[in-house]
C-alpha cells in the first residue's frame, strides 16, 4: 500500500513499506519518493512552464538523526516538516519520472487529468528525454497524484540501476541515500 503525504501546496510524498535500498550489509534502507512541481517558466507569459522533479530520500524512519536534530534546531517538528527539510537542505537522488511510463505512452489514459504538453528536454547528462509540461500548479500536483503516483512503485524493481547512476554532484544515489541515512 502506498501512503502520499502533502509536503507542501508544490510537494507529494509517497512510500511503500516495499520500497527499499540494502547495501548487502546490515539492515536495508526504507525510501521515499518526492515529487515536486517546478516552475521553469522565465517570464510570466510562459504557458507549460510546471514539471514535475521526482527525487528518492530515505523513508522517515531511516533518516540520519543529525539531519532531524537540524530540523528541530529551526522549529520544525511535524513528520512532514523534517522529511521536506531533509529533502530540500540535503537533496535526493533524482528519478526521472517521465521515464518509467513515457509521456506520451500515457496521453490516452491522462489526457483527461490534465491539460499538458510534451517536449524533448536534454537532460544534464547529455541524454534526450520527454518531459510533461503543465501549463498550472494545480495541474501538475493532480498529475502527481493521480498518474505519476501510480506507477512509481516501478520504479523499484530496477533500484540498483537507479541509484547506480552518477550524481552531478559527484558520487552516486547510493552515496546520497548513504550519506541521509542513519549511521
Known amino acids: 500500500m502506498l501512503n502520499i503525504t502533502d509536503l507542501s501546496e508544490r510537494q507529494l510524498y509517497v512510500e511503500s513499506d516495499s520500497w527499499q535500498c540494502s547495501y548487502g550489509y546490515g539492515e536495508p534502507v526504507k525510501l521515499g519518493l518526492v515529487l515536486e512541481a517546478v516552475d521553469l517558466a522565465l517570464s510570466d507569459v510562459e504557458e507549460f512552464s510546471y514539471v514535475i522533479d521526482a527525487g528518492l530520500i530515505p523513508q522517515f524512519d531511516f533518516l540520519d538523526e543529525e539531519i532531524l536534530e537540524e530540523a528541530r ?32 505512452a500515457s496521453c490516452g489514459l491522462s489526457g483527461f487529468v490534465a491539460n499538458s504538453s510534451i517536449s524533448t528536454v536534454i537532460a544534464g547528462t547529455g541524454e534526450e528525454m520527454e518531459t510533461r509540461h503543465f501549463q498550472y ?8 497524484r493521480d498518474f505519476y503516483v501510480v506507477y512509481a512503485p516501478v520504479i523499484f524493481g530496477f ?11 559527484g558520487g552516486t544515489g547510493w552515496d546520497k541515500i548513504r550519506q541521509m541515512a542513519k549511521k
Open 159 to 169: 533500484i540498483d540501476v537507479v541509484l547506480d547512476h552518477p550524481l552531478r554532484v
Open 73 to 104: 534546531l529551526d522549529g520544525l517538528e511535524t513528520q512532514e516538516e523534517l522529511l521536506r527539510y531533509a529533502y530540500e537542505c540535503y537533496g535526493s537522488v533524482p528519478v526521472n519520472i517521465d521515464a518509467v511510463q513515457p509521456a506520451k
Open 137 to 144: 500548479l494545480g495541474e501538475a500536483m493532480s498529475f502527481a
